[in-house]
T-cell receptor
Framework: DAKTTQPPSMDCAEGRAANLPCNHSTISGNEYVYWYRQIHSQGPQYIIHGLKNNETNEMASLIITEDRKSSTLILPHATLRDTAVYYCIVRVGISSGSARQLTFGSGTQLTVLP | NAGVMQNPRHLVRRRGQEARLRCSPMKGHSHVYWYRQLPEEGLKFMVY????????ESGMPKERFSAEFPKEGPSILRIQQVVRGDSAAYFC?????????????FGPGTRLTVT
């Protein structure tokens, strides 16, 4: 799976949009971008994933650049409960013998400030 | 629909004892993954199981660690003769199937402390 690069930490004011960047310059055509988050001491929580089109769900939006070398996770109105480590994971599509597990990097510690 | 359940949530063992960690997947899920998170580190994959089968154990230490997912009952991660370096949070995740698009749902974790 392609390597990802994320800033180690970011702050965001409560109520404002939080934009979390991720670089994945070596991504392959069949690799998807996944985002998970881990609130302190809890299990990781799935947020969103996408291939090349922008995606939106009730939690967040995912913007993937046209060349797919980077993406941005957007939390439109951050709350204090969004304080967590956010992981950007690039994962190959399923095929025989391909890895199915998630490979977590260091992630970005997002702190939402009151 | 209950989420992924893990027990115990906290486990304290003395060096040399055995630790058994249990994971009950979400209803309808037949695939389980185990991950380990050492203090101040990210999650590392250990093993991937389907019912009665180990599919990928490439992340599992070669000695003292074993995992199973029987036809009935929870998945078990077993650590024999624990050492202080085994102190960590152990998370399991479950999915409905083996397709990559099936999101992994994580449990709350078991925090193992070896004294």
């Amino acid at each position: 799976d392609a390597k990802t690069t994320q800033p180690p930490s970011m702050d965001c004011a409560e109520g404002r949009a939080a934009n979390l960047p991720c670089n994945h310059s070596t991504i392959s055509g069949n690799e998807y971008v996944y985002w998970y988050r881990q609130i302190h001491s809890q299990g990781p929580q799935y947020i969103i994933h996408g291939l090349k089109n922008n995606e939106t769900n009730e939690m967040a939006s995912l913007i993937i650049t046209e060349d797919r070398k980077s993406s941005t996770l957007i939390l439109p109105h951050a709350t204090l409960r969004d304080t967590a480590v956010y992981y950007c994971i690039v994962r190959v599509g399923i095929s025989s013998g391909s890895a199915r597990q998630l490979t977590f990097g260091s992630g970005t510690q997002l702190t939402v400030l009151p | 629909n209950a989420g992924v359940m893990q027990n115990p949530r906290h486990l304290v063992r003395r060096r040399g004892q055995e630790a058994r960690l249990r994971c009950s997947p979400m209803k309808g899920h037949s695939h389980v993954y185990w991950y380990r998170q050492l203090p101040e580190e990210g999650l590392k994959f250990m093993v991937y199981l389907q019912k009665e089968n180990i599919i990928d154990e490439s992340g599992m230490p070669k000695e003292r660690f074993s995992a199973e997912f029987p036809k009935e009952g929870p998945s078990i991660l077993r650590i024999q003769q624990v050492v202080r370096g085994d102190s960590a949070a152990y998370f399991c995740a479950s999915t409905y199937g083996q397709g990559f698009s099936y999101e992994q749902y994580f449990g709350p974790g078991t925090r193992l402390t070896v004294t």
